[in-house]
């Protein structure tokens, strides 16, 4: 049996979160910029240097692995890595710590 708890932010809070969502928005359009920048470099230097063997592809294919895993948390397609997830799970563990305390009074 799973506990509904109403989560009632304050305006400050809500301005808090909002400007910590944005950040993580701006941190991950920055992955993402120097993600392009330095993988397109990446590509001329390889095809410049050794068009015979092609390198670019393994960190293109790594760091992108992370720049998707980031996107993925920020824009929170999988609610359960999001942050209103934490919050919502700490509050519920604390709620039923001090339910757990009341019953041995």
Do not use: C
């Amino acid at each position: 049996m799973g506990v509904i708890m109403e989560i009632n932010y304050n305006e400050e809070d809500r301005y808090y979160l909002a400007k910590k969502k944005v950040e993580n928005i701006k941190g991950f359009y920055s992955n993402l910029t120097a993600f392009i920048g330095v993988n397109i470099i990446l590509i001329i230097i390889n095809l410049w240097t050794s068009p015979q063997y092609l390198w670019f592809f393994w960190p293109l294919l790594w760091w992108g692995f992370g720049v998707v895993f980031h996107g993925l948390k920020v824009f929170e397609v999988f609610p359960v890595l999001g942050k209103d997830w934490e919050e919502r799970k700490i509050k519920e563990l604390m709620e039923k710590e001090k339910e757990n305390k009341n019953k041995w009074k």
